[in-house]
T-cell receptor, first 111, second 113 residues
């Protein structure tokens, strides 16, 4: 099946700085790439997604980029705030509609 | 819609006992996923159903685990017999089939002692 790798596993940034999380995937047929945020003790929730016919998508302070040739995609958070502290997961949905997740990045924003 | 509903929220059981986790997907969704979350392994896909049919169960760790979806509004994940290493948070998620957001339930925290 699909193999999604995510880096880094932990990330600490100063409030106001940017954070970047990177993921790679193995199945070239994957065509939908969501990012989820999970706060402590809560369920993962979608924050942004991108489809394979788009190279970049932005929603306020969050942006995602996709490079299908290299099979990698990234999450960018600008002007980070303490409430951005959480675990972030990337995922890839294959042509068979399976949804595979990366191992997560624990982001800490230091006030 | 109340979202994806899982029960129970917490389960503590003794090693060797049977455990059944339940999930009600969002009405109209035709894909259902079961995940297991641990600190070490993150979110592992256990099994994926489409239109109530198991499509991929390659993530099911061993024969002690089984999952069913008897109809579009209900799924179960059963562990028999349970072992301490099964302790984790189990999430159910549902989505529409074609490349749309998966919505997660609140999860079941399973502790096997």
């Amino acid at each position: 099946g699909e193999n999604v790798e995510q880096h880094p596993s932990t990330l600490s940034v100063q409030e106001g700085d940017s954070a970047v999380i990177k993921c790679t995937y193995s199945d070239s047929a994957s065509n939908y790439f969501p990012w989820y945020k999970q706060e402590l003790g809560k369920r993962p929730q979608l924050i942004i997604d991108i489809r394979s016919n788009v190279g970049e998508k932005k929603d306020q302070r969050i942006a995602v980029t996709l490079n299908k040739t290299a099979k990698h995609f990234s999450l960018h958070i600008t002007e980070t705030q303490p409430e951005d502290s959480a675990v972030y997961f990337c995922a890839a949905k294959t042509g068979a509609n399976n949804l595979f997740f990366g191992t997560g990045t624990r982001l800490t924003v230091i006030p | 819609d109340a979202g994806v509903i899982q029960s129970p929220r917490h389960e503590v059981t003794e090693m060797g006992q049977e455990v059944t986790l339940r999930c009600k997907p969002i009405s109209g969704h035709n894909s259902l996923f079961w995940y297991r979350q641990t600190m070490m392994r993150g979110l592992e896909l256990l099994i994926y159903f489409n239109n109530n049919v198991p499509i991929d169960d390659s993530g099911m760790p061993e024969d002690r685990f089984s999952a069913k979806m008897p109809n579009a509004s209900f799924s179960t994940l059963k562990i028999q017999p349970s072992e301490p290493r099964d302790s984790a948070v189990y999430f159910c998620a549902s989505s529409l089939k074609d490349y749309t957001e998966a919505f997660f339930g609140q999860g079941t925290r399973l502790t096997v002692v």
